[in-house]
């Protein structure tokens, strides 16, 4: 592992970054061509693909609008950390 890891801040986190992953990866999309659609900086959406960062709720509705999908579809059955 290098030494400039960092892991996700928390479960819940890890978990939503996934959901954006994945369907950034269904869409068929880079980071920086999802970054651009969605309107974001791309190393902003590498962090949140790591669950490294929190999104605003501003934030999570415009992810969810630039993949095309609800923003409930990234939230719903997430899991809920103790911190």
């Known amino acids: 592992m290098p030494a400039e890891y960092k892991p996700p801040l928390n479960p819940t986190l890890e ?9 950034r ?16 900086h791309w190393t902003y959406l590498g962090q949140i693909e790591r669950g490294q ?18 923003p409930g579809q990234l939230l719903d059955g997430l899991p809920v950390g103790d911190d």
Do not use: C, H, T, W
């Not at 978990?15 to 369907?23: K, P, V």
């Not at 990866?25 to 974001?40: F, H, M, T, Y």
């Not at 960062?53 to 999908?69: M, Q």
């Open 53 to 70: 960062r929190s999104a605003r709720v501003e934030n999570i509705v415009r992810l969810a609008a630039g993949l095309g999908i609800a």
């Open 25 to 40: 990866n269904e869409l068929g999309l880079s980071q920086e061509a999802a970054a651009e659609q969605i309107g974001v």
């Open 15 to 23: 978990a939503f970054g996934a959901r954006i992953r994945a369907r």
